[in-house]
Antibody
Framework: QITLKESGPTLVKPTQTLTLTCTFS??????????VGWIRQPPGKALEWLAL???????RYSPSLKSRLTITKDTSKNQVVLTMTNMDPVDTATYYC?????????WGQGTLVTVSS | QSALTQPPSASGSPGQSVTISCTGT?????????VSWYQQHPGKAPKLMIY???KRPSGVPDRFSGSKSGNTASLTVSGLQAEDEADYYC???????????FGGGTKLTVL
C-alpha cells in the first residue's frame, strides 16, 4: 500500500524559504522508473507541476520556477524534500507530493501553505 | 495561464455521456502519448483516472475512457453518475525542457 504525506510550515513570511518534506511508504525511490513529484494548487485554482525527482536522482523543474526550487531525496529515510526560495503571497497554495510511475498515481493529502507577513 | 486548454465547465444528466477536451500543442499533447487525467473532489487530493492517453488504472470504472487526436486529448465519461461530479484536470509530458504541464481544469456537473 503506497502512501505519501506532506509536512512543513503552514505559514511563511514573504521572502522566506519554504521547506516541505514528503514522507512515503509502500515503495522505494531506488526502484527503476519511480519518481516523486510536487504539485501545488492555489485556492480555487488549477494544479501546477513544480518538480520531479527520479530513482536515479534525475531532477526536473518547472521552467518558470526553476531558479527558486530544489528537490532532493533521502532514500534511506523514504523522504523527498522540496525547497522554494523567496516566497511571495502568490505562492499560497496546497502543496501535494505524488508518486510517479504511470502518471501521478498516488497522492498525498496535501498541505496548505500560506504566505503572509 | 495554463499550458493546456480545457473548457471551464461541462455537464450532463445521469446516464448520459460527456466529453472533456484538453488542447495543447505538438510539443506536449500532440508529441507524446503521455496524457493523464485526474479527478478531484472538493477538498480532496487528485485521483488518477487515465494514463498514457487511454489506459485505466486498476479500480477506475470502465465508464471513463481517454483518447487523443492531434494536439487534443479527450476524456469521456459514460453513464454519468452523481459521484462523477468533480473537477477534472489533464496533464501531459512536454519534453525535456517543460517536462510536465497541466490543464486549467474542467468542472463537471451532473444535472
Amino acid at each position: 500500500q503506497i502512501t505519501l504525506k506532506e509536512s512543513g510550515p503552514t505559514l511563511v513570511k514573504p521572502t522566506q524559504t519554504l521547506t516541505l518534506t514528503c514522507t512515503f511508504s509502500g515503495f522505494s525511490l531506488s526502484t527503476s522508473g519511480v519518481g516523486v513529484g510536487w504539485i501545488r494548487q492555489p485556492p480555487g485554482k488549477a494544479l501546477e507541476w513544480l518538480a520531479l525527482i527520479y530513482w536515479d536522482d534525475d531532477k526536473r523543474y518547472s521552467p518558470s520556477l526553476k531558479s527558486r526550487l530544489t528537490i532532493t531525496k533521502d532514500t534511506s529515510k523514504n523522504q523527498v524534500v522540496l525547497t522554494m526560495t523567496n516566497m511571495d503571497p502568490v505562492d499560497t497554495a496546497t502543496y501535494y507530493c505524488a508518486h510517479r510511475l504511470t502518471g501521478f498515481d498516488y497522492w498525498g493529502q496535501g498541505t496548505l501553505v500560506t504566505v503572509s507577513s | 495561464q495554463s499550458a493546456l486548454t480545457q473548457p471551464p465547465s461541462a455537464s450532463g444528466s445521469p446516464g448520459q455521456s460527456v466529453t472533456i477536451s484538453c488542447t495543447g500543442t505538438s510539443s506536449d499533447v500532440g508529441g507524446y502519448n503521455y496524457v493523464s487525467w485526474y479527478q478531484q473532489h472538493p477538498g480532496k487530493a487528485p485521483k488518477l483516472m487515465i494514463y498514457e492517453v487511454s489506459k485505466r488504472p486498476s479500480g477506475v470504472p470502465d465508464r471513463f475512457s481517454g483518447s487523443k487526436s492531434g494536439n487534443t486529448a479527450s476524456l469521456t465519461v459514460s453513464g454519468l453518475q452523481a459521484e462523477d461530479e468533480a473537477d477534472y484536470y489533464c496533464n501531459s509530458y512536454a519534453g525535456s525542457n517543460n517536462f510536465e504541464v497541466f490543464g486549467g481544469g474542467t468542472k463537471l456537473t451532473v444535472l
